[in-house]
């Protein structure tokens, strides 16, 4: 399977770059996770939009959603144009529900809710989650396919639970929203640190660090999480790219 990074900051996006989004792709299998603000911007890069066969939302913060509307209207328009009729599957959990209602629109895309003690097949990828530790209900996924293991953690603090369910990943997309020394678990995040321990404990093959602060150096994220964590890590940035193979 191959990521991408369509985008990666926390709260809001920098100049000409966009908030959480992820291109998740297996045998020509497209699913699309998180739909923050300017992704469907930065996606353009790399697929048209209607050539997504799936969505997933972690949780409904603006961060992770502002730009279903839009995706939305680019299904739209392209029936408009086409006379083509497709419809996206957008998953999320139903418990937010003016949220949720957000993910139907005149057909062309469909909410279907996922439940959190339920293995999800979408095509190529089995899915699993867990809640995480974050000021609403927020989802961390474990995709498998091909005897490999992606991990994001979406939104949340540190947890032994989250150890648990990132166990043995080849990649580990981790938030990382403050630096080392600070106190991130108040608002429901980490720091690089958490992250690195995260990925220590859970053994995983590669760290991402993702969600980014948009103070500070970034660059300093990768040290800090090195203090505790001697594998590859990496900043998300646009458009990076990994194969999971």
């Known amino acids: 399977m191959k990521l991408t990074v369509i985008g990666f900051w926390g709260g809001y996006p920098n100049v000409n770059e ?49 730009d279903i509307g839009v995706l939305q209207h680019a299904f739209l328009i392209h029936g408009y144009m086409t006379g083509e009729k497709k419809q996206l599957p957008i998953y999320g959990h139903p418990f937010d529900k003016q949220g949720f209602s957000t993910l139907t629109y005149k057909g062309i895309t469909k909410g279907i809710a996922i439940d959190l003690n339920d293995e999800l097949r979408i095509g190529p990828f089995s899915v699993t989650f867990l809640e995480t530790k974050h000021p ?26 989250l150890v648990d369910f990132s166990k043995g990943a080849d990649v580990l997309l981790a938030e990382s929203n403050f630096y080392a020394g600070m106190d991130a678990k108040k608002s429901g995040h980490m720091t690089s640190e958490d992250a690195g321990r995260l990925a220590k404990l859970a053994n995983v093959g590669r760290l991402i660090l993702t969600h980014l602060p948009h103070f500070g150096t970034q660059e300093n994220l990768v040290q800090e999480a090195s203090t505790v964590y001697n594998g590859p890590i990496e900043l998300a940035g646009t458009g990076k790219q990994w194969t999971i193979s």
């Open 18 to 66: 966009a908030s959480s989004g992820y291109l998740m792709e297996h045998d020509g299998f497209r699913l699309l996770i998180d739909c923050g603000s300017g992704v469907l911007s930065k996606l353009q890069k790399f697929i048209k939009p209607v050539d997504l066969d799936a969505c997933i939302i972690t949780h409904y913060h603006p961060d992770h959603t502002a």
């Open 136 to 161: 609403v209900l927020c989802y961390a996924l474990r995709l498998e396919v091909g005897g490999k293991t992606f991990v994001y953690t979406a939104d949340g603090a540190f947890s032994p639970e």
